[in-house]
Structure formats: C-alpha cells, structure tokens
C-alpha cells in the first residue's frame, strides 16, 4: 500500500500548483483521502480531505476559497488545486487516507492509517 504525492515547487504569491496523490497496492474508491501539511517549525495541519463516495468535503479555513480536492478514481488520484498561494502556505505536504469528523458545533479532519511520503511547497514574496 503506498500513496505517493507530487507537484510540489517553487512558485511566486499569487500563482498556483496542483498537487497530485497517486495510490498503489489499493484502490482509492473506498478511502476519504486528503492533505496534511507541516511547515517549518509548526505542527503538521489537516488541509482538506475528500470523502471516499459521499461527495463530504474538508478544507481548512486558511484554505477555503482557494484551495480545491478532487478525486479521479479511474486514476486512482487525488489532486488538490492551490490557487492565491501565499508564503504562509510554504510546508511539506503529504497525502493521507484521512476521516472527515463533523459535530454539532465543529468540523475537522484527521488522518486514518496510511501516509504518502511529502512534496515541498515554496511559495516566495
């Protein structure tokens, strides 16, 4: 079982990349998958998480708006699309399986078993 993430970069405040999460060894059909990230000297942050066929969505708020998952399971990818990046969205990130917890008064994500090793994220002033 391995989940694999790329696309990271360099890229300027502003612009955008799109990250890819590729799975081998299982099929992601069955599996709410979704993006961690940790930047330097900070603890490592649910982004946004996918459910596996509920169409249920996950973003952090420092992401909303900009920030889209999606999933191709013909593929067996998930992608995650980051637009309007900013410095601060400067971290390693990692694809994970990952569960969407929703109570009555407060929504977040944590991850659920297996991790893909990360791809860096460099966005400069």
């Known amino acids: 079982v391995q989940l694999q993430a790329s696309g990271g970069g360099l890229v300027q405040a502003g612009g955008y990349l799109r990250l890819s999460c590729a799975a081998s060894?299982?099929?992601?059909?069955?599996?709410?998958i979704g993006w961690f990230r940790q930047a330097p000297g900070k603890e490592r942050e649910g982004v946004s998480c996918?459910?596996?066929?509920?169409?249920?969505?996950y973003y952090a708020d420092s992401v909303k708006g900009r920030f889209t998952i999606s999933r191709d399971n013909a593929k067996n990818t998930v992608y995650l699309r980051m637009n309007s990046l900013k410095p601060e969205d400067t971290a390693v990130y990692y694809c994970?399986?990952?569960?969407?917890?929703?109570?009555?008064?407060?929504?977040?994500?944590?991850?659920?078993?297996?991790w893909g090793k990360g791809t860096l994220v460099t966005v400069s002033s």
């Open positions: 994970a399986t990952c569960q969407i917890i929703q109570t009555s008064d407060s929504e977040f994500m944590r991850a659920a078993g297996y």
């Open positions: 060894g299982f099929t992601l059909d069955y599996y709410a």
């Open positions: 996918i459910g596996s066929s509920d169409g249920v969505l």
